[in-house]
Each structure stands twice: as C-alpha cells, then as structure tokens.
C-alpha cells in the first residue's frame, strides 16, 4: 500500500524559533499534499493545499508568511513553521494524494511542542 | 459551507457489543465520503464511500452511504479493545480537499 513519511516525528523547541517538517511519499508520485493540523481532542484542521511545482493553496485563517510551503518535488513537501509560538504547539499531519482516485494517504504525524 | 457532523462525539461499550457511529453532511458538490480511525498517530483509511446502498465491509467493520438522507453509517460487530479509537469521516471537497467531521470517540472496555 501507500506509504507516507513524516519526519521529525516529534519536535520540541523554544519560541521564537523557526521549524522544519518533511511529508514525503515513498513509493508513489503525490501530485498533491495537504498539511492538517490537530490540536488535542479535535478533529484535522486543513491549513493548505501543495501542489508540486508551484504556490501552496492556503485556507482561510492560516498565515501564509508563518506556515511556509514547499513541494520541491513528486514525493516531498516541506512545512516550516517560522518564528514559533507556544500556540502553534499541536499535532502537524500531511498526506498525499497520488493523482488516480479520491484516496488520501496519511502521513504519521509530527507533534510539535514550542516552549 | 460545507459540514460534517458526527454522532456521538464518544461511546464507551464493552468488548463483544455492536456499536453504530453515524455522519450526516451538507455538501453542495459531493464526491466521495470517507471513513478513518485514528489512534495515537494519524488516522488510518477504513472506507470509501461514492454510491449510495451499497454496503462496503472489511471484516468486522461496514459502512453505508445514503445519499438521499445525507449520511452515513459505520457498524462494528463483536468489538474488540483494539477498536478503541477516534473513527472520522471526511467528506472530499473539489481538489481532493478533505473535510473531516469532529470525530466519534470509541472506547471498548473488557
């Protein structure tokens, strides 16, 4: 099946602080990838949209300048969450869409904790 | 706005009983509705769901959609305590964007 790779699985650093998370996909082409996010006891939020080769597709209410995108190739995409803050502290998920089909493969997350 | 609402947001049963999680929506293009479970990392794909009556099963667990009605159900027989988890479903949007319900969370006691 799909196989989807986040890394660092988890992340601790202080404020202020820029950090770098990598979604990639293993053994198909993702056209495209999503970033969710989860804070405790609620449900995956979509932040953005990732299509490779060009501009991620925010949702409303997600900073574009804090959360920066980049889906350099056909099997990864970068979240690097700048300058953060303990309210950007939750659970960071992607997943990957291969092109055939609505299915969506889920990365297995990456928590972040900004102290 | 698209809206996916899931009941009950928790459920605690215990080990051998059946248990019913349903998900209504409002979607103004629908395409496909999905079922996940989630433990402690992120979630896992059960079900796909595109036409209506037609019931998809994978062991223990199954999942029809009405589209009439706008919802779907999940059963699980003979449950275990591995099938304490949260199960979401998420509807796709245009450009394969999921929205997800708030979650049902399972727990099966022994």
Partial sequence: GAVVSQHPSRVICKSGTSVKIECRSLDFQAT???WYRQFPKQ???LMATSNEGSKATYEQGVEKDKFLINHASLTLSTLTVTSAH???SSFYICSAHSGGGDTQYF???TRLTVL | EDKVVQSPLSLVVHEGDTVTLNCSYE???FRSLLWYKQEKKAPTFLF???SSGIEKKSGRLSSILDKKELFS????????TGDSAIYLCA??????KLVFGQGTRLTINP
């Fill in chain 2, 91 to 96: 509807l796709i949007q245009g450009a394969q």
């Fill in chain 1, 32 to 34: 495209t990838m999503f």
């Fill in chain 2, 27 to 29: 979607v103004t293009n």
């Fill in chain 2, 48 to 50: 796909m769901l595109t």
């Fill in chain 1, 43 to 45: 449900s995956l939020m």
């Fill in chain 1, 86 to 88: 303990p309210e950007d």
């Fill in chain 1, 107 to 109: 990365g297995p997350g």
């Fill in chain 2, 73 to 80: 159900i999940l059963n699980i027989t003979a449950t275990q």
